[in-house]
């Protein structure tokens, strides 16, 4: 009994301090604010952290998709109709990407590095021949040589515009994807070049950007403040540019795109320096998603990165010069393309103004295929999955004293877009979930001393209930006989032997009274 009843006690104490213990330690939120001030200290870019040597060499295999639009019906195009597009891809190269040079600056709060960039044709992945497979589109030196002499006399023109039918260059040309992307010696560079050596004589949209790098870049390691983990310090000693006309569209924000800080929220916007579009650009938060059974936030640009001045004022610093703005959902960046009239836009227009989507036949933009996102553990900052997106078009106009673009209307001509992907790897996802159930297990810690103290609860329940009813079964044998001895059958009325009255407790026999 004794026993029983010290475990009933213990059981009570017990379970309550468990209870209180834990209730204390969620309010506090002790555990979930240890584990956030060791991720805070341990993912940085450091040497001693483990997120430097995978951002020095990023595992997951990163793939460049390139899309083309080939031209279908020039000579409407040439005589006042809309060009007819048709889209071939993709053609799909490995992109691999080191940091190189990697030099620790100001007692390691900061880091230099230059991330050269190689790629290597992926047939598997392809849908053909680059270097067979021939593609007819805008004839792009034709229509920046044009654009510059714009502003030059008419005789100029009219000269070169005879120089130009002479040795057949046309407004449209036809190349293999090859010689598109990575160069061919074009007659109309090579004669400028001749006269003026600084041009390069070869035209490609990736001519010399295999192998080379977009920057120098000094990045902050996150050691002081892990808010600053990733971000952008300078661009080629830059902490700002100077090719658009106001100070905020001239920042140089965010990180480059590889790495953010942990504990990232939803209600946070997320920026990202895009070298290859002269800006940095934001992106909001659009849903929970899970990636090789890890979940994630994923982050997109919102419609307002490219929306008209008119709608967003934020976007006025991008009209050079100041008023000359082109509409929602494309952005002229001439300025950083040594004045050539490029245009970049997200594939098919998509988020565009319907005036450029319907100025050409062929787009069909839609949010999955043309989206750029970005898909984020928002425990680590770790990109899970990556998706960026842009298109390339140029503006193609009449310039007086070229009789060749008399008849068309001004367009913004799609020439590609490009689809860079990643996803992490199967190991380093498995490294992810494991680190993500440690974090999960120490930050709920007091849910399972709650959950062990309401156990407890339960047991003192189970053995207060049982004690009791031990107790009242007692208490029903309280009344007991004293003897166990049988009665004797009643005898005869005369009967030697009197009869005996009461074989009870308390109640002596006494003799019969006689009648």
């Known amino acids: 009994m004794a026993r029983r009843s010290c475990a009933i006690y213990a059981t009570g104490i017990v379970s309550a301090h468990l209870l209180v213990v834990g209730i204390v330690l969620l309010v506090a939120q002790v555990f979930q604010t240890m584990i956030h001030s060791r991720l805070k200290k341990e993912i940085t870019l450091t040497e001693k952290s483990q997120m430097f040597e995978s951002w020095k060499n990023p595992p997951p295999p990163v793939y460049m998709e390139y899309y083309f639009f080939n031209v279908t019906n020039p000579e409407v195009f040439l005589n006042g109709g809309k060009a007819a597009l048709k889209q071939i891809g993709p053609y799909t190269y490995r992109e691999y990407r080191p940091r190189e040079n990697v030099t620790f600056l100001e007692n390691g709060t900061k880091l230099f590095a230059l991330n050269p960039k190689s790629f290597v044709f992926v047939p598997e992945k392809s849908c053909g021949d680059p270097e067979v497979d021939l593609l007819r589109t805008i004839n792009i030196p034709f229509v920046a040589v044009t654009n510059e002499l714009n502003q030059y006399p008419f005789l100029l023109r009219s000269l070169v515009s005879m120089f130009m039918n002479s040795v057949g260059i046309e407004l449209f040309m036809t190349r293999t994807v090859h010689e598109i992307l990575w160069g061919f010696k074009d007659p109309l560079l090579s004669r400028i070049h001749a006269m003026r050596p600084e041009v390069d004589d070869t035209f490609g949209l990736m001519w010399k950007k295999n192998g080379t790098h977009e920057g120098e870049f000094v990045f ?34 965010g990180t480059d795109g590889a790495v953010f800080h942990p504990l990232i929220n939803r209600n946070e916007l997320l920026y990202i320096f895009a070298a290859d579009l002269c800006r940095s650009i934001h992106l909001g938060y659009v849903k929970d998603v899970e990636v090789k059974g890890i979940q994630a936030f994923r982050f997109a640009p919102p419609a307002d990165v490219l929306m008209n001045p008119t709608d967003n004022p934020a976007n006025q610093g991008f009209c050079v010069p100041a008023g000359d703005c082109l509409g929602t959902g494309v952005l002229k960046v001439s300025v950083c393309r040594e004045g050539a009239p490029i245009v970049v836009s997200f594939p098919h227009f998509y988020q565009a103004d319907p005036k450029y989507i319907n100025a050409v036949e062929g787009m069909t933009p839609n949010k999955e295929d043309h989206e750029t996102y970005l898909d984020l553990q928002p425990t680590s900052g770790v990109p899970i999955r990556a998706c960026k997106r842009a298109q390339l078009n140029i503006i193609v106009k009449r310039v007086k004293g070229f009789p060749k673009t008399k008849l068309i209307h001004e367009t913004i001509f799609p020439i590609m877009f490009v689809n860079e992907t990643a996803t992490i790897d199967d190991d380093s996802a498995s490294q992810m979930r494991t680190l993500l159930l440690i974090v999960t297990l120490v930050s709920n810690f007091p849910l399972l001393i709650i959950a062990m103290g309401l156990i407890l609860l339960l047991v003192l329940v189970v053995l207060f209930c049982r004690n009791r009813q031990r107790k009242t079964t007692k208490d029903d044998q309280a009344y007991t006989q004293v003897s166990d001895k049988p009665e004797e059958p009643s005898e005869p009325p005369h009967s030697s032997q009197p009869p005996r009255n009461g074989s009870y407790i308390a109640m002596s026999p006494v003799e019969a009274q006689k009648c």
Request: charged content about 20%.
């Open 220 to 253: 902050y390691t996150g050691e002081q403040n892990y808010m600053d983990y990733g971000k952008i310090d300078t661009w080629n000693g830059l902490r700002e540019m100077s090719w658009w006309s106001s100070n905020q569209s001239n920042m140089i924000n």
